[in-house]
């Protein structure tokens, strides 16, 4: 079961949920530095009336964990040097936008931040990890959404190519491998965080994210989207043909499976699949914008149009790869209404998955849907995939010796690494394995320290208390060997 020469092995986390410091060095607020966690429906902006815009207006009682997060910030060299120690190759995290351009529309960047990301780059490569870099991993700038009402406006695609052209002239020399827009084809279920859209000119309820948007608002993000991740992609080509820029969609909602062979739960299965996957991964891979939207758009009555120039700017700059998060697969039937968190989609319980993830969260496991979700992914764009996120939130605290034995975390990946292995077999060109997230870091979820995923611990708790003090899990020896034998022996 060894894997091929040159795999990526890692862990990948997010600026948003690890950095903190969200108002240092010139960074600005974002989407993020204002909700608890991205499922609360809770947003920190209110309207004022006397300026006819949103603003900030966070509540002080409740906890923004993420404005400390655990201080990686600060602490990101032996946070590294930790990573290292378990013969990782490659390290993925993201650029806080904010840390460039603070508002998003400046003309000129934040040199602190492009500072403290210049030497957060170069300590990877010191390291010996390949850097794997998002650019927006739910971090619009806020300001981009109170003033312009985020991405539903063609005005982000400017700003946007400004960010992106300071990134590559910065950063190139030392990243190889970029991914665009973390996780968008979650704009529908989080239009406020994964969509970066907010309706300005109507006042709605913003108790709830969905509801301070309109289907067109979102809609005309999507458009937004595709036209700005081609010009990336023409973009850092022409700047050095040697970048690779991926994308990065939530891949769980490949794994929809029916409930029974019912014609209409196959045909529910395959909606699932299209709604939630491919229309963003067709037009990012393949250059297509899919003829099934056009049912959609009509039923849902809304007008989305593309121009023939950028009909083709999309068709002739698809990514170089596919990157993408895989945590669990769904059921779904006809006659159920078909719900979704940030680990996927949510639909009805599968009776033949054993192994669910321990309270309070209880997710189903479902390796083979790994190796399921990298066959058709890889049978449809016929690209070199990179799973970017996988990984178990468990509810943990040291035990008498300093220490957590976390046996479930182990089993969890070293079944998925299994069926990672089995679809290399099947002949799926799948180039790495980077687990979700290998140091404790808040939930983007719910906004806590309770659910944590890393084979090394950090002291902080739900109430914002805690030393931030590191501690091995037993799970980070048992990586470290799976990297060692480059996955041999798992059998």
Same mark, same amino acid.
């Given at each position: ?7 990526? @092995? ?23 530095? /204002?909700? /608890? ?6 947003? +920190? ?109 063609? $005005? ?18 030392? /990243?190889?491998? @970029? ?11 989080? &239009?406020?965080?994964? +969509? ?12 709830? &994210? ?8 979102? @809609? ?6 595709? /036209?700005? *991740? ?16 991926? =994308? ?13 062979? *019912? ?21 990012? =891979? ?28 999309? $068709? ?41 993830? &321990?309270?309070?969260?209880? @997710? ?65 060109? =799948? ?54 034998? *480059? ?5």
């Amino acid at each position: 079961m060894a894997f091929p020469e040159g795999f990526l @092995w890692g862990g990948a986390i997010a600026a948003n949920q690890y950095e903190g410091a969200w108002l240092e060095d010139g960074k600005q607020p974002n989407v993020t530095d /204002v909700v /608890v966690g991205i499922m609360s429906h809770d947003l +920190g902006i209110a309207w004022n009336d006397e300026t006819g815009k949103y603003e900030m207006a966070l509540d002080p009682n409740k906890a923004y964990l993420s404005h400390t997060a655990v201080d990686g910030y600060h602490r990101y060299r032996d946070d590294l040097k930790l990573m290292a120690g378990m013969g990782f190759n490659s390290f993925r995290t993201s650029i806080a936008w904010g840390r460039i351009f603070p508002n998003g529309d400046e003309e000129e960047p934040n040199e602190a931040g492009l500072a403290y990301y210049d030497d957060m780059f170069a300590c990877m490569r010191e390291l010996g990890m390949e850097p794997v870099i998002t650019m927006s991993h739910y971090e619009t700038p806020l300001h981009l959404l109170t003033e312009y009402g985020g991405w539903s406006n063609p $005005k982000l695609i400017e700003f946007w190519y400004r960010y992106a052209k300071t990134c590559f002239e910065r950063f190139g020399d030392k /990243v190889k491998y @970029w991914l665009t827009f973390n996780e968008v084809n979650a704009l529908f279920r989080m &239009p406020f965080v994964a +969509g970066g859209v907010l309706t300005i000119d109507n006042p709605a309820d913003v108790t709830d &994210p969905v509801g301070s948007t309109t289907m067109q608002d979102q @809609w005309d993000a999507y458009h937004n989207f595709l /036209v700005a *991740n081609a010009q990336t992609v023409k973009l850092a080509h022409e700047i050095n043909p040697d970048l690779k820029v991926g =994308c990065m969609l939530t891949c769980s909602g490949v794994a929809t499976y029916p409930n029974n062979c *019912n014609p209409a739960n196959i045909r529910v299965a395959m909606e699932a699949q299209r709604n939630n996957v491919f229309y963003f991964g067709d037009p990012f =891979c393949l250059g297509i914008v899919p003829t099934y939207l056009k049912r959609r758009w009509r039923e849902e009555g809304v007008t989305v149009e593309f121009t023939d120039d950028e009909l083709f700017l999309i $068709k002739e700059n698809t990514v170089d790869f596919f990157s993408f998060s895989y945590y669990r697969s769904t059921v779904v039937d006809a006659g159920v209404n078909l719900g979704g968190d940030t680990s996927g989609l949510t639909g009805i319980d599968n009776p033949f998955l054993v192994d669910k993830a &321990p309270e309070p969260w209880k @997710w189903p496991v479902d390796p083979d849907g790994l190796r399921y979700t990298l066959n058709v992914l890889y049978d449809r764009y016929h690209l070199p995939l990179l799973i970017v996120e996988n990984g178990v939130g468990l509810d943990e605290n040291l035990d008498e010796n300093g220490t957590i034995q976390d046996d479930f975390r182990v089993h969890y990946i070293e079944e998925h690494i299994k069926n990672v292995s089995r679809a290399i077999d099947d002949g799926v060109d =799948c180039r790495g394995y980077l687990y979700w997230g290998p140091i404790d870091v808040v939930s983007a979820g719910t906004g806590e320290m309770k659910k944590r995923y890393g084979f090394v611990y950090v002291d902080r708790f739900n109430d914002g208390h805690g030393t931030l003090e590191r501690a091995i899990k037993q799970s980070y020896y048992r990586y470290k060997e799976i990297i060692e034998s *480059n996955g041999a022996g798992l059998e």
